[in-house]
């Protein structure tokens, strides 16, 4: 009796898992992530960014995060002023990092970076919208932002159906950390700080998908 066939995709490799090696690796500088960028090695919209200077994969996107994501970027869009830019998913040059946040807020136009990524001194707000990145987005993301000194940094946290919201950044201490964090429910208004000033508020509610 033959065997039954098998389905296609039950043929396809099995990947495991990525781990730490045990040996030491060396870190990639920003300069050289961007050589391997220019030489084709790694292609724009591969699903990879680099954070304290190592490759790392981007987290997986759910329907509910891309929803989430759009929301926060057109209500943003709507309160900043023209002297700033609002992003969605693009880069930003950040010290030993290039991270591509959900959305972030920049000093300046399109037009001011024809061949480069915003850089630390330039980036005054990153939002991450958090589901299966939840870990990652509280420890070693918050690390970088707060390593840069990006001032205010927001988990969209869908897990927890909250907004947690970073300010005051350490800088390059030996751990680097927000030293205050305040927490939103639906039912609650946040103020929307952009380069030290509020300038609005928005409904939790609204940008976790609950309305609006």
């Known amino acids: 009796?033959?065997?039954?066939?098998?389905?296609?995709?039950?043929?396809a490799p099995v990947h495991p898992p990525a781990v730490m090696p045990d040996e030491p690796v060396?870190?990639?500088?920003?300069?050289a992530y961007h050589a391997l960028?220019?030489?084709?090695?790694?292609?724009s919209g591969d699903p990879i960014e680099l954070l304290e200077g190592f490759v790392v994969p981007k987290m997986t996107r759910g329907s509910r995060h891309e929803m989430v994501r759009r929301r926060l970027f057109r209500q943003l869009r709507a309160l900043v002023a023209d002297e700033f830019l609002v992003d969605t998913q693009g880069a930003a040059t950040l010290l030993n990092s290039e991270p591509e946040p959900d959305v972030f807020v920049i000093r300046g136009s399109e037009e001011d970076y024809p061949d480069r990524h915003a850089g630390p001194e330039e980036t005054v707000f990153v939002a991450e919208v958090a589901d299966s990145s939840l870990r990652r987005d509280r420890g070693l993301t918050q690390r970088v932002y707060a390593r840069a000194k990006v001032p205010v940094y927001w988990i969209v946290n869908l897990i927890d159906d909250c907004i947690e919201v970073f300010s005051q950044p350490s800088g390059s201490a030996k751990k680097p950390k927000y030293e205050q964090q305040m927490t939103y429910r639906a039912n609650d208004e946040i103020l929307v700080v952009i380069d030290g000033k509020v300038i609005g508020r928005l409904a939790a509610e609204t940008i976790l998908g609950k309305s609006g």
């Open 1 to 11: 009796m033959n065997a039954p066939l098998l389905p296609p995709e039950s043929l």
């Open 26 to 31: 060396i870190p990639l500088t920003v300069e």
């Open 37 to 43: 960028i220019d030489a084709g090695i790694y292609q």
